[in-house]
């Protein structure tokens, strides 16, 4: 069962910047779509950026455009999301995930990490 395994987050202040990276476990693991969504307490899940593996297409959430970017390392079997400008409303807990779609206006994911923690501080 290949997991994903995230790593970076923490506390920043308005205007910083953090990095998220997420792993696959297993080296031979391919999709074809991988993205970031995240969670506000109180709030639901939104998709914040997604990334076509094959041909590097990348879909950015309206709330993130200009600030966030992602991007995947093929050799590495890695994706990360490198957040600029932080603001407060950034604030929630950011998902790796994987094999995953569009339907509508909404994404979906099969496999997802367990979570990094993102706090911005005004």
């Known amino acids: 069962q290949v997991q994903l395994v995230e790593s970076g987050g923490g506390s920043v202040q308005a205007g910083g910047s953090l990095r998220l990276s997420c792993a696959a476990s297993?080296?031979?693991?391919?999709?074809?779509?991988m993205g970031w969504f995240r969670q506000a307490p109180g709030k639901k899940r939104e998709g914040v950026a997604a990334i076509y593996t094959g041909s590097g297409t990348t879909v950015y959430a309206d709330s993130v455009k200009g600030r966030f970017t992602i991007s995947h390392d093929n050799a590495k079997n890695t994706m990360y999301l490198q957040m600029n400008s932080l603001k407060p409303e950034d604030t929630a807990m950011y998902h790796c995930?994987?094999?995953?779609?569009?339907?509508?206006?909404?994404?979906?994911?099969?496999?997802w990490g367990q979570g990094a923690q993102v706090t911005v501080s005004s």
């Open positions: 995930a994987a094999d995953c779609w569009k339907s509508g206006n909404s994404w979906f994911a099969l496999r």
């Open positions: 297993s080296y031979t693991y391919r999709t074809d779509c």
